[in-house]
């Protein structure tokens, strides 16, 4: 009798024994099983409190269903999760793992995100207005915008020759003059040739233009009006006025006599111009002029007084 009452216990040791020699596939070997791994050499004492309960629920795989999932799921490897092959390591078990893969699409690629779609009506109509902005912008920004012109004088014709002889016999020395002196104005009509590289014509208004030697004013002259039409070639005339007093004459006269007959004069000013649309724009023209005074005294050759010049322009 003794015997048989201790078969029970006898079993349940024998049991017990034989589930702690068998390691199963997710779960930590129980205490006091001959596996040789790290984890089985840890004693209860010395593991954090999160895997003494793992630990502990991993002892008995015949919990319930509950602690099977955790203790599954505190095994199964970041890898298996991925691929989704995680299995129940208790074979007639099977174990539900919700979030175990990510979804996928149904050709078994992932999805790809969504992106807004720019069809509808009023979003072509917006990018057509745009677009037509920018080049109406483009378009009109190469048309307006200004190219200086050049010019050259063609003509130049003394208007009043007599008051040109009285000063030429000043600098000679033939009339003797002092501060009180009153020298005869020296009038001029020249014309030059202009050219306009502009993509757009426009009506000139006369302008007006001063003379200077050495920040001195000496003259002023004023162009004629004209038309200019696109990339093309005009005359414009202009009549000129020489005003001199002692102090400028002998400066100018020195000037001359010391550089070969040469004198360098400087010329400031502008004039409105109207283009299309009624678009208004002024030029405004500084330039230093370089002249060869003997060829004044030579009637063929006269518009040659000019040798060179370097001029500047601003628009407003």
């Given at each position: 009798m003794t015997?048989?009452?201790?078969?029970p216990?006898?079993?349940?040791?024998g049991?017990?024994?034989?589930?702690?020699s068998?390691?199963?596939?997710?779960?930590?070997?129980?205490?006091?099983?001959?596996?040789q791994?790290?984890?089985?050499n840890?004693?209860?004492s010395?593991l954090?409190?999160?895997?003494r309960?793992?630990e502990?629920?991993?002892?008995?795989?015949?919990?319930?269903?509950v602690?099977q999932k955790?203790?599954?799921?505190?095994?199964a490897?970041a890898?298996?999760?991925e691929a989704g092959?995680v299995?129940?390591?208790?074979?007639?078990?099977?174990?539900d793992w919700?979030?175990?893969?990510?979804?996928k699409?149904d050709?078994?690629?992932k999805?790809?995100p969504?992106?807004r779609?720019c069809?509808?009506?009023?979003?072509?109509?917006?990018?057509?207005c745009g677009?037509?902005?920018l080049?109406?912008?483009?378009?009109?920004?190469?048309l307006f915008?200004?190219?200086?012109p050049?010019?050259?004088l063609?003509?130049?014709?003394?208007?009043?020759?007599d008051a040109?002889?009285?000063?030429?016999?000043?600098?000679?020395?033939?009339?003797?003059?002092?501060?009180n002196t009153t020298?005869?104005?020296v009038?001029f009509?020249?014309?030059?040739e202009?050219?306009?590289?502009n993509?757009?014509g426009?009506?000139?208004d006369?302008?007006d233009?001063?003379?200077?030697?050495?920040?001195q004013?000496?003259?002023?002259?004023r162009?004629?009006?004209?038309?200019?039409?696109?990339?093309?070639?005009?005359?414009?005339?202009?009549?000129?006025t020489?005003?001199?007093?002692?102090?400028?004459?002998?400066?100018m006269?020195?000037?001359?006599?010391?550089?070969?007959?040469?004198?360098?004069?400087?010329?400031?000013g502008?004039?409105?111009?109207t283009?299309?649309l009624?678009?208004r724009?002024?030029?405004k023209?500084?330039?230093?002029?370089h002249t060869?005074v003997?060829q004044?005294f030579?009637?063929?050759?006269?518009?040659?007084v000019?040798?060179g010049?370097?001029?500047q322009?601003?628009?407003?």
């Open positions: 015997g048989q009452a201790s078969d216990q006898l079993a349940r040791q049991d017990s024994n034989l589930l702690a068998v390691s199963l596939p997710g779960c930590l070997p129980a205490q006091g099983s001959d596996s791994t790290p984890e089985a840890r004693t209860p010395s954090p409190m999160g895997e309960t793992a502990k629920t991993c002892e008995n795989p015949f919990e319930t269903s602690h955790a203790c599954l799921g505190q095994r490897s890898g298996d999760l092959s299995t129940s390591p208790i074979e007639g078990v099977v174990v919700p979030d175990a893969s990510p979804k699409a050709n078994g690629e999805p790809l969504r992106r779609c069809r509808s009506r009023r979003c072509l109509i917006s990018l057509a677009s037509i902005s080049v109406a912008g483009v378009v009109m920004s190469f915008w200004p190219r200086d050049s010019w050259d063609v003509k130049l014709e003394v208007v009043t020759p040109l002889m009285e000063l030429v016999m000043f600098a000679a020395g033939g009339m003797q003059g002092d501060e020298f005869p104005e009038k009509y020249a014309e030059a202009v050219h306009n590289p993509l757009l426009g009506e000139a006369p302008g233009i001063q003379v200077f030697f050495r920040g004013n000496v003259g002023d002259a162009s004629q009006p004209m038309t200019m039409t696109p990339q093309s070639t005009r005359i414009v005339g202009a009549n000129s020489i005003r001199l007093n002692y102090h400028l004459f002998q400066a006269t020195n000037e001359v006599l010391m550089n070969e007959l040469k004198l360098t004069l400087q010329v400031s502008g004039a409105w111009v283009g299309p009624g678009v724009l002024f030029i023209i500084e330039c230093d002029i060869s003997d004044v030579n009637e063929e050759a006269r518009h040659k000019v040798t010049k370097e001029c322009y601003k628009y407003f």
